[in-house]
């Protein structure tokens, strides 16, 4: 079977950093994506990649956070810097068998159960 497991959250300061880890088994996914979720709202897309050249960023963290991915590892990061409060979510890590840049849940067939972001002010 196919399992996401994410990594690297916590607590941090406004304007520190984090690097998020989604160790993936099984099959080899050809999109790997990140999403969140803050209290009281919908999940939402954070960013996406399919190659080291396409890679998809919500506006709300663009220039801030970098997704990247170690094929020999078999894991997809999240470097998160310049933390905002705003920031503080569930993050969740999520994998396509298709490559694709569409920015919805439905496109993605598996999902890791989360890890918790919170930042202070």
């Known amino acids: 079977q196919v399992q996401l497991v994410e990594s690297g959250g916590g607590l941090v300061q406004a304007g520190g950093s984090l690097r998020l880890s989604c160790a993936a088994s099984?099959?080899?996914?050809?999109?790997m994506g990140w999403f969140r979720q803050a209290p009281g709202k919908e999940r939402e897309f954070v960013a996406s990649?399919?190659?080291?050249?396409?890679?998809y960023y919500a506006d709300s963290v663009k220039g801030r956070f970098t997704i990247s991915r170690d094929n020999a590892k078999n894991t997809v990061y999240l470097q998160m810097n310049i933390l905002k409060p705003e920031d503080t979510a569930v993050y969740y890590c999520?994998?396509?068998?298709?490559?694709?840049?569409?920015?919805?849940?439905?496109?993605?067939?598996?999902w890791g159960q989360g890890t918790q972001v919170t930042v202070s002010s």
């Open positions: 999520a994998g396509s068998i298709r490559a694709t840049m569409i920015q919805s849940e439905s496109e993605y067939n598996y």
């Open positions: 990649t399919w190659s080291g050249a396409y890679t």
């Open positions: 099984g099959r080899t996914l050809t999109t």
